[in-house]
């Protein structure tokens, strides 16, 4: 089955302007996290919101979940040209290692100075 | 700050022949994931590595795939026999046992 959609499949933003992804899931999850990706390059773990809670924030990134809704947004505020990247969200059903990560398609962002 | 590493950085190799991708896990982490990312689609989970032994293996994972860490150190993927459709962005990933993975750059494998 699907986990881990995001929408807008890409995003084209000025440099200063916010950055919002959506992400939604199908099955019940322990956290969800978003990774990025530049381009032919690894995955960078930016951000972990559990299922119990609602919004957190880590310098520019603010993400929100709603397990009701079963999704969660991720917001760049004032973006830079260097945030250019693919963003995936990742679910996983249970805490802890040894659990695999669900990644969705992801949103590639392009942020133009 | 540790990272993960991966080799070779791009394989290239004829269908039907083995591959063996390696990965050197950050020190002190206990747990180790392949991942692979075919051209434009999503991450996929392959298997899940602890305690010298598989924990979780996805569908794809099938008879062709193995792993193992053969020195306490590298951790690598042997692909037996590879298709076509293996061609794809191989990520290792470990981690310490809390929730976050550390990804690796990856190995892009082509198969011809």
């Known amino acids: 089955s699907q986990q881990g959609e995001e929408d807008p499949q890409a995003l084209s933003i000025q440099e200063g302007e916010n950055a919002t992804m959506n992400c939604s899931y199908k099955?019940?999850?322990?956290?969800l996290q978003w990774y990025r990706q530049n381009s032919g390059r690894g995955l960078v773990h930016l951000i972990l919101?559990?299922?119990?809670?609602r919004e957190k924030h880590s310098g520019r990134l603010r993400v929100t979940l709603d397990t009701s809704k079963k999704s969660s947004s991720l917001l760049i505020t004032a973006s830079r040209a260097a945030d250019t990247a693919s963003y995936f969200c990742?679910?996983?059903?249970?805490?802890?290692?040894?659990?695999?990560?669900?990644f969705g398609q992801g949103t590639e962002l392009s942020v133009k100075p | 700050e540790p990272e993960v590493t991966q080799t070779p950085s791009h394989q290239v190799t004829q269908m039907g022949q083995e591959v063996i991708l390696r990965c050197v896990p950050i020190?002190?982490?206990?747990?180790f994931y392949w991942y692979r990312q075919i051209l434009g689609q999503k991450v996929e989970f392959l298997v899940s590595?602890?305690?010298?032994?598989?924990?979780?293996k996805s569908e794809i994972f099938d008879d062709q795939f193995s792993v193992e860490r053969p020195d306490g150190s590298n951790f690598t993927l042997k692909i037996r026999s590879t298709k076509l459709e293996d061609s794809a962005m191989y990520f290792c990933?470990?981690?310490?046992?809390?929730?976050?993975?550390?990804f690796g750059p990856g190995t892009r494998l082509t198969v011809l």
């Open positions: 990742a679910t996983r059903d249970r805490p802890g290692q040894g659990g695999k990560l669900i």
């Open positions: 099955t019940s999850i322990n956290n």
């Open positions: 919101i559990r299922s119990n809670e």
């Open positions: 020190s002190n982490h206990l747990y």
């Open positions: 590595f602890y305690n010298n032994e598989i924990s979780e």
């Open positions: 990933a470990t981690g310490q046992g809390t929730d976050t993975q550390y």
